[in-house]
């Protein structure tokens, strides 16, 4: 499975972003597929996920009410889009799908750079 993460970019505190995530594979019946960020100097933090199969989603107390995870099938694209962003959303930006835990069992994909100004 690869992963391809995009959109990446400079906006201003305020602004919105769509990231997409395009998977290689075709089905992903059982997979979970997530959305992390890692800023410089800490630890990668989960953002965002949802089952492939039935489309619910989970999402941290950090970024609920801005983030919204969204895929289309026919696509095999995974999206997230953020609003109302803070200069402390800026981090890379990477997917993974999994089926089961985000460790060694996970893809990832290169992951895509965000910059919030403030």
């Known amino acids: 499975v690869q992963l391809q993460a995009s959109g990446g970019g400079l906006v201003q505190a305020g602004g919105s972003l769509r990231l997409s995530c395009v998977a290689s594979?075709?089905?992903?019946?059982?997979?979970?597929i997530g959305w992390f960020r890692q800023a410089p100097g800490k630890e990668r933090e989960f953002l965002a996920s949802?089952?492939?199969?039935?489309?619910?989603?989970y999402y941290t107390d950090s970024v609920k009410g801005r983030f919204t995870i969204s895929r289309d099938n026919a696509k095999n694209t995974v999206y997230l889009q953020m609003n109302s962003m803070k200069p402390e959303d800026t981090a890379v930006y990477y997917c993974?799908?999994?089926?089961?835990?985000?460790?060694?069992?996970?893809?990832w994909g290169q992951g895509t750079l965000v910059t919030v100004s403030s």
């Open positions: 993974a799908a999994t089926q089961g835990g985000w460790g060694t069992n996970a893809y």
């Open positions: 594979r075709r089905t992903f019946s059982r997979f979970v």
């Open positions: 949802s089952i492939w199969s039935d489309g619910s989603t």
